[in-house]
């Protein structure tokens, strides 16, 4: 036996770290990275030799982007705190930024897809091995904390948290037969409009509702209240 897959990682990581000044820090990590290879893991050109049926047997030979290849990675954290006994009511207030984003990864195109038959992003492909790239991501969370002394020992902090403060819609998978996480566009081919109309418009909605798939989405808008109690003096 030989070893014929291999992969490498290229890229650069830049972080940037503003100390408290005036009440607010700031962070900053970026990451640009470039992964390629000819097999995503150690199985990669078992599977490719099992389903290549033209010619039979063949195993990429062409350095394609790697299943985990994603270009662009960052996040900024911008906080604000009040120490206490200073700037009055504020004192013990805080209030923190995490912004994050992501470009997207990417995928094997396919001809179609029928989630009827197959729900799985096997298929047909009209492209070369992870030749296509996914939507990238954006979010951003937001907390708000303000801390009371309780005694000499004791302070609570009530808190708001909000995931996904503007409720950002992402995508983060995708069909692959449209690069899209809404619709296969099944539907709009020859076959699908002939299945439709055979089946009807509850078949036609139901699997409309199945490509509306949950796990193609990040999270929605999330709202937290919660309490901290620590029993240590400030």
């Known amino acids: ?35 390629e290879g000819t097999g995503s893991s150690t199985t990669s050109s078992y ?3 099992f389903r290549n049926i033209n010619p039979p047997g063949e195993v990429p030979k062409v350095i394609a982007p790697l299943d985990f290849d994603q270009r662009h990675t960052g996040i900024l ?9 200073e700037f009055g009511w504020a004192e013990m207030l805080g209030a923190n930024f995490l912004i994050s984003f992501a470009s997207g990864r990417p995928y094997t195109p396919l001809e179609t897809q029928n989630l009827i038959q197959n729900d799985s992003n096997y298929g047909d492909t009209k492209g070369y091995v992870n030749s296509s790239f996914g939507p990238g991501t954006f979010r951003v969370d937001f907390k708000l904390e303000k801390s009371f002394q309780v005694g000499s020992s004791t302070v609570i902090t009530p808190y708001l948290w909000v995931e996904n403060l503007f409720e950002t819609v992402n995508e983060v998978n995708v069909w692959r037969s449209t690069g899209s996480g809404y619709t296969t566009d099944y539907l709009t081919t020859e076959e699908g ?5 055979a089946n009807g418009s509850d078949w036609t909605n139901d699997y409309i509702s ?12 999330l709202i937290k209240l919660g309490l901290k109690i620590n029993f240590a003096s400030l």
Not at 77 to 85: A, E, Q, S
Not at 193 to 197: A, E, F, H, I, N
Request: cysteine-free; charged content about 25%.
């Open 193 to 197: 409009k002939k299945t439709s109309r």
């Open 210 to 221: 199945k490509e509306l798939d949950p796990d193609n989405f990040g999270i929605p808008r």
């Open 47 to 49: 599977i490719a030799a």
């Open 1 to 35: 036996p030989t070893n014929q897959d291999f992969g490498t990682v290229k890229g650069f990581a830049f972080s940037l770290d503003i100390s408290r000044t005036s009440y607010a820090s700031l962070s900053l990590d970026y990451t640009f990275s470039i992964a």
């Open 77 to 85: 954290i911008l906080d604000f705190y009040v120490p206490k006994g």
